[in-house]
């Protein structure tokens, strides 16, 4: 099975995450368990790298994006290649529901872009929100609904 960049995000994720909003063990621990794990050294680097650009993004993000607008997102050819019509209504329903604001689905689509695979399907979308939420101050309930949605989604339970 090859494993992609996000493979290894999901696993951190759902593995090392804390709620102190950091990893909990050193970086040469972690890159040496993930290779433990079976991922291989140039898909544990990228994902590295991943959540170095999401972390280097985290202060450009007003903690409170309340903002009324009329607009829409206009999407790029190269987002619509990666994001179908499905994806792209996901984000957009998220906003009118306020789990994401226009910034924050900014950060959504620059980490979605930073991601090496041709295109995006809705879980792996789901995932991204929920590691861009989880690293956002002031978001702990747009997390917590994202996260329900993840989790339900993932076990496989159905109301």
Not at 19 to 39: A, C, M, T, V
Not at 111 to 121: P, Q
């Amino acid at each position: 099975m090859k494993q992609t960049v996000l493979d290894v995000l999901i696993f951190l994720f759902e593995h090392y995450m804390d709620d102190d909003n950091d990893i909990s063990i050193e970086e040469d621990s972690l890159r040496l368990e993930l290779k433990e794990s079976g991922f291989d050294d140039q898909q544990i680097g990228k994902a590295f790298e991943w959540l170095q650009g999401l972390a280097a993004q985290q202060d450009s993000i007003p903690l409170n994006e309340k903002v009324e607008s009329n607009s829409i997102r206009v999407y790029t050819s190269q987002e619509q290649r990666k994001l179908d019509v499905d994806s792209r209504g996901f984000l957009m329903f998220l906003e009118q529901i306020g789990v994401l604001g226009h910034h924050s689905r900014e950060l959504v689509l620059d980490r979605v872009m930073a991601l090496e695979s041709s295109m995006i399907d809705m879980e792996q979308l789901k995932w991204v929100v929920l590691m861009v939420l989880f690293n956002q101050p002031g978001q702990e309930e747009a997390f917590g609904w994202m996260e329900d949605l993840v989790m339900e989604e993932h076990n496989g339970i159905i109301h």
